[in-house]
């Protein structure tokens, strides 16, 4: 069964960031790593919604990472899991994933 597999575009923003301030060691530039990344990965880029940004507004404040708030936020209104091991995203009603 194949399933499709998506990078939002939030955890992408993330990576960026942390690349940008030197918390994360990317071999190549930012942009062509992701690139190269979603090719090799047959990656599905989602992009974020009005509908995803509003839904943070109604979510408990479980988790305050503003990144993983609009990725729970994703995953519900998409109907989608997420690969995490951050155990805070149990307290959502949304499907986690971790191998």
């Given at each position: ?5 998506f ?28 690139t ?64």
């Amino acid at each position: 069964m194949d399933n499709e597999i998506f990078l939002s575009i939030v955890s992408a923003w993330e990576i960026s960031i942390k690349a940008g301030i030197g918390k994360l060691d990317v071999p190549l530039p930012v942009h062509n790593f992701l690139t190269e990344q979603i090719r090799l990965n047959e990656l599905s880029v989602l992009p974020v919604e009005l509908s995803h940004v509003t839904k943070v507004s109604e979510l408990p404040f479980h988790h305050k990472d503003p990144f993983d708030r609009l990725l729970i936020a994703q995953a519900m209104i998409e109907g989608i899991p997420i690969l995490t091991g951050d155990s805070l995203f149990d307290a959502y009603k949304v499907r986690t994933i971790w191998e």
